[in-house]
């Protein structure tokens, strides 16, 4: 590919406005000031604007570890979104996978691509998800068998798919919550039905998706080929 297709694709710039960058020395290609617009750049390249790696055109993935107090939406009058923890061009264009509550934290995945992201949301696809659960009061001995049937919620129709759960400590009334929906507040709205309350809540793993344990909250990184081809 041309280096100024290249621009023009990955910065959202127009053919002119490509060759004025690199004019201005701002291009270079494997480490060397490219100021020629012709040249040819391939996936091996490493193609730099303004000391920003540029990524080759075409659909992108990332797992964000989301702290609390972060909101996933581009904009909100009360929060700051978690694309502000993101230093990546036309953030714009990306979107969330499936969205956190402000103060839930863990795996957030974002992408630009639709079909992708539909795999994970779509209730028809019954992508699992599962989180770590931090309850208020003592986890009931029937917790397991109520969730595997389904769970009456506040406003809805239906009951709840059928959930499992793992109890990792009673002692602090802490377990694993495996889910296949995506309800609003699902999962605290769940444990109300059942008589207690969620006080922290992190989610662990999307489909075969798990969070990277070395990302520190508000970090993210981009995803594996293999991360990206388990959603299927």
């Known amino acids: 590919m041309r280096l100024d297709k290249f621009l023009c694709e990955t910065l959202g710039v127009t053919r002119r ?7 201005r020395g701002e291009v270079s290609v494997d480490e060397k000031t490219i100021k020629v617009a012709s040249v040819q750049v391939s996936e091996c390249s490493k193609v730099e604007w303004q000391d920003r790696i540029l990524p080759m055109p075409g659909p ?108 990792v400590d009673f002692s602090q009334n802490e377990l694993l919550l495996t889910i296949c929906e995506g309800k609003y507040h699902q999962v605290k709205r769940m444990f109300a039905a059942l008589g207690n309350k969620v006080e922290r809540l992190h989610r662990e793993a999307i489909g075969e998706i798990v969070l990277d344990e070395t990302l520190e909250p508000g970090e993210y990184r981009v995803l594996t080929a293999e991360e990206i081809q388990s959603i299927g």
Not at 17 to 23: C, K, S
Not at 102 to 121: F, N, R, Y
């Open 17 to 23: 406005e490509a060759t004025i960058l690199l004019r």
């Open 60 to 167: 992108r993935y990332f797992m964000l570890n989301k702290p609390e107090g972060f909101v996933c939406s581009h904009e909100d009058n009360a929060n700051p979104t978690a694309f502000t923890l993101f230093d990546e061009i036309k953030i714009d264009k990306l979107h969330f996978a499936g969205r956190l509550d402000v103060d839930t934290t863990g795996l957030v995945l974002i992408t630009d691509d639709g079909q992708w992201s539909h795999k994970i949301t779509s209730p028809k696809r019954k992508c699992n998800k599962v989180y770590r659960v931090w309850l208020e009061e003592a986890i009931g001995e029937d917790y397991a068998d109520q969730l595997t049937v389904g769970l009456q919620l506040h406003n809805e129709k239906g009951l709840t798919l059928p959930a499992k759960i793992e109890v």
